[in-house]
């Protein structure tokens, strides 16, 4: 005798219990999943596969905005490129080895006569004089001879600002490099006195030691303007060392060169700024040297580096 079917139960389907049949769609049973509230956080229980709904982290922020990069951040990143670069550390170190030797040569050159403070100083401002303005170079260039533009300039598209960074961060080593040929120049003067047994001289005018500042931060800043307007560093140290040669060559022929030259020669230009003898048209020639010289190139640079596609390579 078979048994009768229930209407309610589906033929060849599982087999529930009245209590535990799943509810039809749209039927008076359903469930409806309610919309969770915003910023809400689903757990899944354990052993369920669903999927886990979180939060973004609040240092994002929920409209996607992020904070600019401020300018102290940048000084200190582009500190720490130089640092970090082989080039830029070992010329920092053979510069403070050429100051020393350049003053210890001072000092025993002049071991029978009484020392004096600005000679010290004198010779070591040369090596600073040559090497600052490399330094500056290396601060700009090292963005493509390292390949590190495409991210610099993509965390901060303000290419401007990076740019003032690198200058502010040549500055300071300039600084720093003054005050290490200083003291330098103060030890090997007392040095000598002990040494040699003669009084040593330590008159050196304040002009003197403001053009000395004021000359190396120029060369600083000169590397930098040619460093941004080549964008490469063997093109902008050659250029920054050839040029003023040729100049200096070209404007040593004729009185007409050489009355030109005092316009337009670096050396000739600054050389009374070392001094301390600057006159109103040692001024005036000093300034249109430096015109030629520092605000061309960076114009230039400015004009490039953001007109310049930025690659990876």
């Keep these: 005798m078979s048994t009768p079917m229930n209407?309610?139960?589906?033929?060849?389907?599982?087999?529930?219990?009245?209590?535990?049949q799943p509810a039809m769609a749209?039927?008076?049973?359903?469930?409806?999943?309610?919309?969770?509230?915003?910023?809400?956080?689903?757990?899944?229980?354990?052993?369920?596969?669903?999927?886990?709904?979180?939060?973004?982290?609040?240092?994002?922020?929920?409209?996607?905005?992020?904070?600019?990069?401020?300018?102290g951040r940048l000084f200190a990143v582009e500190m720490r490129k130089m640092i970090d670069t082989r080039a830029g550390k070992w010329l920092l170190i053979a510069m403070g080895v050429?100051?020393?030797?350049?003053?210890?040569?001072?000092?025993?050159?002049?071991?029978?006569?009484?020392?004096?403070?600005?000679?010290?100083?004198?010779?070591?401002?040369?090596?600073?004089?040559?090497?600052?303005?490399?330094?500056?170079?290396?601060?700009?260039?090292?963005?493509?001879?390292?390949?590190?533009?495409?991210?610099?300039?993509?965390?901060?598209?303000r290419r401007s600002r990076v740019v003032l960074a690198k200058w502010a961060v040549g500055l300071l080593f300039g600084a720093l490099s003054i005050i290490f040929a200083f003291a330098i120049g103060a030890a090997t003067t007392l040095i000598a006195q002990a040494a040699f047994g003669h009084d040593a001289n330590w008159t050196m005018s304040w002009g003197a030691v403001g053009g000395n500042v004021l000359a190396q931060l120029i060369a600083v800043?000169?590397?930098?303007?040619?460093?941004?307007?080549?964008?490469?560093?063997?093109?902008?140290?050659?250029?920054?060392?050839?040029?003023?040669?040729?100049?200096?060559?070209v404007t040593s022929f004729g009185e007409t060169m050489r009355t030109v030259g005092e316009w337009i020669d670096l050396n000739l230009t600054t050389q009374p700024l070392y001094n301390g003898t600057m006159s109103n048209e040692g001024w005036a020639k000093f300034a249109v040297a430096?015109?030629?010289?520092?605000?061309?190139?960076?114009?230039?640079?400015?004009?490039?580096l953001n007109k310049r596609e930025v690659k990876s390579s």
Excluded at 48 to 65: F, I, K, N, V
């Design 290 to 304: 430096h015109v030629l010289w520092l605000v061309v190139p960076m114009v230039i640079g400015f004009i490039r």
């Design 26 to 71: 749209g039927g008076p049973g359903a469930q409806v999943p309610q919309q969770a509230p915003q910023g809400a956080q689903f757990t899944p229980q354990q052993g369920s596969g669903a999927p886990t709904q979180s939060r973004l982290p609040s240092r994002l922020g929920d409209e996607g905005r992020t904070s600019p990069v401020s300018f």
């Design 7 to 20: 209407p309610n139960q589906p033929q060849g389907g599982a087999h529930y219990p009245p209590q535990q």
């Design 221 to 249: 800043s000169i590397g930098i303007a040619f460093g941004l307007a080549f964008q490469n560093t063997p093109a902008a140290i050659c250029s920054y060392l050839f040029i003023p040669i040729l100049v200096s060559i």
């Design 98 to 157: 050429l100051i020393i030797i350049a003053s210890v040569a001072v000092m025993v050159n002049g071991r029978r006569t009484s020392p004096e403070f600005g000679n010290f100083v004198a010779a070591a401002g040369i090596p600073m004089g040559f090497l600052l303005p490399i330094l500056g170079i290396l601060t700009v260039t090292s963005e493509w001879s390292q390949r590190t533009a495409l991210v610099t300039f993509t965390l901060e598209p």
